[in-house]
């Protein structure tokens, strides 16, 4: 389905949503077992913020007020996953910076990977995604591109996006438009790539991934991964018309809509909806914070 057809559909559901009201953010609540977690770490909470895009389209005050509701949850972790801006110019980078003042924070860490739109036009510019991670670390951030941190006693990896020139061999999309050559940069391990983090994991620690694009899961890098992914990227299609799947996602597999996906053995992928859009339309289709309650689990699989 081309944007022709996707803005019909959503100026349609548009319509019929405004008869109910204007789509607010939802919080959505849910278990997050994890093997070898510490019994000091059962209950504590991490709350995943996604595709935020802050630019033209989205209202910073918006993004504000989602965001002091975040931080009244007073999670324990944060993990942000990706497209903090729709870059179109350095204004981003400046909005980007006043709105992340009021960003929720975790009390033991706060954790944070890139997507494809913070790696700027045509998802290539090295020198934007270190701008964009340069705001994120200032708001109190660790920004995982390919590297692996314990932090709070979890085990944390962030990948680069898939879509970008940082992913590595198995990168998803060609180069389109100008290319920025990927220079090494103080924010990413210039010697590492998606495949080589992973391989990184300890297995015997508590795990959790943050990979923007869900599509990487189908990728053959996850052997012995196991733990929880959480990525973004699709914004739950935006618009689901009723008892139909969404008409656009932009993921090659069509299965990666939004929520939790069993995706290998003791491994969970949850993909979150996403506070921020390109087009403004959501119909049947909340943004979401997502609140998870860490428990114990036990392997098996």
Do not use: C
């Not at 019909?8 to 009201?21: D, L």
């Not at 204004?91 to 860490?109: C, F, K, N, Q, S």
């Not at 998802?123 to 314990?150: F, H, P, Q, Y």
Request: proline residues 8%; without cysteine; charged residues 20%.
């Amino acid at each position: 389905m081309n944007r022709r057809r996707f803005l019909a559909i959503g100026a349609g559901a548009a319509a019929a949503a405004a008869a109910v009201g204007v789509y607010a953010w939802q919080i959505e609540r849910r278990p997050m077992p994890l093997e070898n977690l510490p019994p000091s770490l059962e209950g504590t909470t991490l709350l995943q913020v996604s595709d935020v895009h802050v630019g033209p389209r989205v209202s910073s005050d918006y993004l504000m007020r989602a965001f002091e509701t975040g931080r009244a949850l007073a999670p324990d972790f944060v993990a942000f996953t990706g497209d903090f801006v729709s870059y179109r110019s350095p204004h981003e980078i400046t909005e980007l910076a006043r709105v992340l003042r009021v960003a929720p924070r975790g009390r033991l860490a706060t954790v944070a990977s890139l997507g494809n739109h913070d790696y700027g036009r045509n998802w290539r510019s090295i020198s934007v995604a270190d701008e964009v991670s340069r705001v994120a670390t200032d708001a109190g951030m660790v920004v995982l591109r390919n590297d692996v941190r314990t932090l709070g006693g979890l085990q944390f990896a962030g990948l680069a996006d898939f879509w970008s020139p940082e992913f590595g061999p198995h990168h998803g999309m060609p180069p389109t438009g100008a290319l920025v050559a990927p220079n090494p940069s103080r924010f990413a391990r210039a010697d590492t790539d998606a495949s080589d983090a992973l391989r990184l994991l300890a297995a015997d620690a508590p795990t959790i991934v943050l990979s923007h694009n869900p599509d990487v899961q189908d990728l053959p890098i996850w052997n012995g991964v196991r733990g929880w992914v959480l990525a973004g990227h699709t914004h739950g299609g935006q618009v689901k018309p009723p008892f139909l799947p969404p008409p656009v996602l932009p993921v090659k597999n069509k299965r990666y809509t939004a929520g939790a996906f069993d995706v290998g053995p003791g491994r969970t992928m949850y993909i979150n909806r996403g506070l921020g859009f390109l087009v403004q339309v959501r119909f049947d289709v909340r943004p979401e914070l997502t609140l998870f309650t860490l428990t114990r689990a036990t392997a098996n699989g």
